[in-house]
């Protein structure tokens, strides 16, 4: 079992963007979100621009998940989905990342929302982008340097988007993964809520038939910092060992959390579903499980 990330260029140390901060080609993007109120349902997406108003990483800009990377046209009862390349082109451009930007992606909640900064710029053909080690949570334990207000906007530029089919899953694929033995369907989500004993609940309760259970909440340890790579390796054997990956959760969010750790494991295919769980568990003729 290795104790090396093959692709630890997913992941970058607060240290390192200490010293990058005032690099031209380099943009920090924070993609915090909040859904309220708790569980069990329903929940309200809020977005986490006020949370960034009131501290961020120096020069960071902020960009609204929900409504500026999501499609406006999504199905009711379904958030995060995709944008159209052209709606996520623009949105880049007018945040002053092109092509050749580095994109270092946090958040001031959970890590996921970050992983799913980084799951989209590669969804769009931007694999020079990165999830910062421990959030704003661990650049604040440090001490670091903390700006409040709107954030100074960047210069706009031209981002030329490139869909990558391939990472990602819809329903029909997740149905062709049941008892196929070559696929691994790995639910994010939290324990409860696979069993289908409590937390939020998107519809039926349970899981998808088939999936198994490893959830995103786990991949980081009480400090926010994603767990050394021989833990990752032992928890992610099973969907290692299988040629092809779909993950999923409530909405497409915490999937992309396991979904940047078997990619950094080195898993050559792992696609997420978008709709995930918010799309499943509503429609009776899709099957699951307690």
Same mark, same amino acid.
């Not at 082109?89 to 945040?95: P, V």
């Not at 949570?137 to 409040?148: F, K, M, N, S």
């Given at each position: ?7 630890? #260029? &997913? ?7 200490a !010293? ?6 380099? $943009? ?6 909040h ?15 006020? !949370?960034f108003?009131?501290g ?10 929900d409504?500026e990377?999501?499609d ?8 995060f989905?995709l944008?159209?390349?052209? @709606?996520f ?7 002053g990342i092109? =092509?050749d930007?580095?994109?270092v992606c946090?958040? +001031? ?13 590669r969804?769009?053909g ?6 910062? =080690?421990?959030?704003f ?13 709107a954030?100074?906007p960047?210069?706009?530029?031209? &981002? @030329? ?11 029909h !694929?997740?149905?062709?993964? /049941? ?5 691994c +369907?790995?639910?994010?989500l ?7 004993t409590?937390?939020?609940v998107y519809? @039926?309760?349970?899981? /998808?038939k ?6 995103a ?5 009480? !400090? ?7 833990e990752?390796?032992r928890? &992610?054997e099973?969907p290692?060992a299988?040629p092809?990956v779909?993950t999923y ?5 915490a999937a992309?959390?396991?979904?940047l750790?078997?990619?950094?494991l080195?898993?050559?295919? $792992?696609?997420?579903y978008?709709a995930s769980m918010?799309?499943w568990a509503?429609d009776?003729s899709?099957?699951? #499980?307690?």
């Open positions: 079992m290795s104790n090396r990330l093959k692709h630890p #260029e &997913f992941i970058v140390e607060t240290a390192w963007l !010293d990058h901060l005032t690099d031209p080609d380099v $943009v920090v993007l924070d993609g915090t979100t859904l309220m109120p708790p569980p069990p349902t329903p929940y309200n997406v809020v977005s986490g621009r006020a !949370d108003e009131r961020h990483i120096p020069g960071a800009q902020f960009v609204d998940i409504n990377l999501s406006p046209d999504q199905a009711p009862g379904l958030h989905m944008p159209s390349a052209e @709606r082109a623009a949105a880049m451009g007018r945040l092109s =092509n930007t580095m994109v946090y958040a +001031t909640a959970n890590h996921w929302w970050a992983t799913r900064l980084w799951w989209t710029l969804v769009f931007h694999d020079r982008a990165a999830v910062l =080690n421990g959030g949570q661990r650049w604040q334990a440090e001490g670091r340097p903390v700006e409040t207000g954030g100074k960047r210069a706009a530029t031209t &981002f @030329r988007a490139r869909f990558r089919p391939e990472l990602v899953a819809d329903k !694929d997740v149905l062709a993964a /049941i008892g196929a033995g070559d696929v +369907t790995l639910n994010a939290r324990p409860e809520q696979h069993a289908g409590g937390g939020t519809g @039926r309760l349970g899981h /998808i088939g999936s198994i259970n490893v959830p909440v786990n991949v980081v340890d009480a !400090d926010n910092l994603f767990k050394p790579a021989a990752l390796h928890m &992610f099973g290692l299988k092809r779909i959760c409530g909405g497409g969010i992309t959390s396991t979904t750790v078997l990619t950094m080195g898993h050559p295919d $792992v696609r997420v978008d918010s799309e509503v009776a899709l099957p699951m #499980e307690m």
